[in-house]
């Protein structure tokens, strides 16, 4: 901050009591005050700033609130008169600014975004709105005279792509027409945001500039990048990985905390054309290496503690090199160092199609060993396209990131925020406390978890309500809410609006029920998300109409490329469908394996995997069912509901329950059970854990471990 003071300093005319340099003084200790990570040290900072913002701004008229983003050299020309920006302006390089002017308004929604060289003159006024919807780029243009043009209301200033190799020039949209002396402009008819045309997964980063370059982009606990910043870190790191020899179509392998830099080695990779395969950081050095040898990783990205470890044991037989996030082994050439890889040359991008496969993301493996799923180009964007529009997203979005990348709904998020130029805040430490404390001190609009998470996070709320004025949508994936976790939503988020979705792997995205259905079908997994068609088939008969229920099955550019290395799976998973004949001919659909129910209005609604059906007394349940009846309770959190051989009834209902408060009260559940149940529900046995249930690497129960320990115990008792 001291240089940034010297350079205002000396370009406003060396002399302290100069009004802009006064006001440009107390803008950049605002800034510092904002970037204060202690509570107390923030509040005290930004007291301080606004005193003595108070009496300053009152004397020189020059009200530039902290939260403006300002790129180097910005220069007040003369501070004879008013001058006002919005708090939601970025501005780029060498910004110049006469007197009576006033950038952004609060009358109307967004705000301007400003590009480099740019020179506003006395009495302009830019009262643009800024989206990815509206904002239109000009190619670049001779320099522009140092005249004052008044800009119009409605203007958008946009920067050149850095990637542009011609003069960095470029003049306003709708201003008036350059100076006649000037070479002619061309008859260039402008597109929408690049990023609405990027095709593959690594253009939804680079797309972002040089819209955006200036925007945040990604924030860790202790530090935060810009679009400019993170597209700068790409280059080099890409450039290292290219050093050590990783190709296009090379598999490249990367479990790193959740961080901007796991951010930064996925595009790494994929601006080398190399395919990403991002390991979940909770997953053992075993189940790495089978990851390694399973997809022939050629290069390995890790932590240090990692790196120790392999160094001793020795690397997968197809790994070449490992970069270490950290200090690497001594004296061992075949692992590097973070530090140094960021000091490579940049390196070239290469072109790719949307069909090519850009990354895969294996299954939790929670039964038998992990599939690793193969997902396009096409498939990421349109994933990301489909999502932000039915989520509503916008280039103001900044979403809180509690999902692992390796997880598809966790980097969806990801990807729907480059796409919008929006910002993503890393949440490292995943207790509601401190999952709330994020969402209030970072003005999160946008939260999605798994529904052990929003069990813990719903009833935290519930205890201690809190305040969030700025949280526009809640989502959740990956398993269905009980019954009293819905019902509480909407009271301790009041004015978000909260969507049920469901998807899979195999086709990322599949079904959503819109907010404004919530509280009509509190549950229903709606209908199928924009891009996509879901249909639900009765096996042998047809489409399954209202009040029906049959298999789903997914249609559209989603559907995933399929396991690698497995195409026998692949077949049984992904091909086409007998019932479907007549609509689609043979086009291959995403069998879920999931059983659904069709209402009258055609929203879908949940009822059980097809192969964890329990048969009891004649009856099909679905455990889903169980388990949400028995969390009604009240008594318990986590509830797993399973079927157990039984030589009379077929099978009866067992359920593995984590209490609320210890001991638990068996005989009031019961209570409970009887009377909200039919008799062949109601379980005949409950496992009580009084430690956590384990989780699957992306958040949710893993039920299979849960039911084989129980049923194992239960097994023993019944030896005995």
Not at 183 to 197: C, D, G, H, Y
């Amino acid at each position: 901050m001291l240089k940034t003071l010297r350079d205002n300093y000396d370009r406003h005319g060396r002399a302290l009591m100069n009004p802009a340099f006064v006001s440009l003084a107390v803008y950049r200790y605002g800034r510092w005050a904002l970037a204060r990570k202690h509570p107390a040290a923030r509040w005290l900072a930004k007291k301080l700033h606004g005193f003595t913002n108070f009496f300053v701004a009152n004397i020189t008229k020059v009200w530039i609130p902290p939260e403006v983003t300002l790129g180097d050299d910005f220069h007040i020309i003369h501070a004879e008169g008013s001058l006002s920006i919005h708090p939601d302006v970025v501005a780029g390089d060498r910004l110049g600014v006469m007197h009576n002017v006033t950038i952004g308004t609060n009358m109307r929604p967004g705000a301007p975004v400003i590009g480099d060289d740019v020179f506003i003159g006395v009495n302009s006024t830019v009262l643009a709105t800024f989206d990815s919807a509206t904002a239109y780029a000009l190619p670049p243009t001779p320099p522009l005279r140092p005249t004052c043009h008044p800009i119009p209301s409605s203007s958008v200033l946009r920067q050149r792509s850095f990637r542009d190799s011609r003069p960095s020039t470029r003049r306003l949209a709708n201003a008036p027409s350059p100076d006649p002396r000037s070479p002619p402009q061309s008859n260039f008819t402008p597109p929408r945001n690049m990023n609405t045309l990027s095709t593959t997964f690594y253009e939804l980063l680079a797309d972002n500039l040089p819209t955006h370059a200036q925007k945040q982009a990604l924030v860790d606990t202790n530090r935060s990048v810009t679009y400019a910043e993170l597209c700068s870190q790409v280059d080099r790191l890409a450039g290292y990985m290219a050093e050590h020899g990783v190709r296009p179509r090379d598999r490249v392998g990367v479990q790193l905390h959740k961080t901007i830099d796991e951010v930064v080695a996925m595009f790494s990779a994929a601006k080398l054309g190399a395919v990403v395969v991002n390991v979940n950081f909770q997953w053992t050095l075993e189940q790495l290496s089978y990851v390694a040898d399973d997809c022939t990783l050629s290069m390995l990205l890790i932590e240090p503690r990692c790196a120790k470890r392999l160094a001793k044991q020795g690397l997968p037989r197809s790994v070449r090199h490992v970069l270490v996030h950290g200090k690497s082994p001594a004296d061992d050439g075949r692992f590097g160092a973070w530090a140094l890889a960021l000091d490579a040359a940049p390196g070239a991008t290469r072109h790719q199609l949307d069909t090519e496969l850009a990354m895969i993301i294996y299954t939790s493996g929670s039964t038998g060993k992990p599939k690793g799923v193969m997902l396009s180009h096409r498939n990421i964007v349109a994933g990301a396209r489909s999502v932000a529009r039915y989520l509503k997203l916008r280039g103001d979005d900044r979403l809180i990131s509690v999902l692992p990348y390796s997880f598809d709904y966790g980097l969806n998020q990801l990807t729907t925020m480059l796409l919008q130029g929006g910002a993503i805040v890393h949440q490292p430490v995943v207790m509601p406390f401190e999952i709330v404390r994020t969402l209030r001190e970072e003005r999160i609009t946008g939260f999605a978890a798994v529904p052990p998470l929003w069990n813990q996070v719903v009833r935290y709320l519930k205890e201690k309500p809190e305040s969030l004025p700025e949280l526009r949508r809640v989502t959740n994936s990956g398993g269905k809410l009980s019954k009293n976790i819905l019902e509480l939503m909407p009271e301790v988020f009041p004015s978000t609006d909260i969507y049920l979705m469901y998807g899979l792997t195999e086709a990322f995205r599949s079904t959503y029920l819109p907010p404004e259905k919530f509280s009509d079908k509190c549950g229903s997994m709606g209908r199928a998300i924009p891009g996509a068609q879901t249909f639900v088939i009765k096996h042998g008969e047809g489409v399954a109409g209202p009040t029906e229920q049959g298999e789903l099955v997914h249609r559209g550019p989603l559907v995933s490329l399929g396991y690698w290395g497995k195409p026998e799976p692949t077949a049984e998973k992904i091909k086409p469908c007998p019932e479907l004949k007549s609509l689609i001919g043979e086009e291959p659909v995403v069998y879920s394996g999931d059983i659904v129910r069709v209402d009258e209005d055609g929203d879908y609604w949940f009822v059980g995997r097809t192969d964890m059906m329990i048969k009891t007394s004649g009856f099909r349940l679905s455990p889903d069912e169980v388990e949400d009846l028995v969390a009604q309770s009240g008594l318990v959190g986590d509830v797993v509901a399973f079927g157990v051989d039984d030589d009379e009834m077929g099978q009866v209902v067992h359920a593995a329950v984590s209490p609320l408060s210890e001991p638990l009260d068996e005989a009031a559940l019961l209570t409970h059970c009887r009377r909200a149940m039919p008799h062949y529900m109601i379980p005949r046995k409950f496992h009580v854990w009084t430690r956590p249930m384990p989780r699957t690497s992306s958040g949710k129960l893993a039920k299979s471990e849960i039911i084989k320990v129980s049923a194992s115990a239960h097994a023993k008792e019944q030896a005995s």
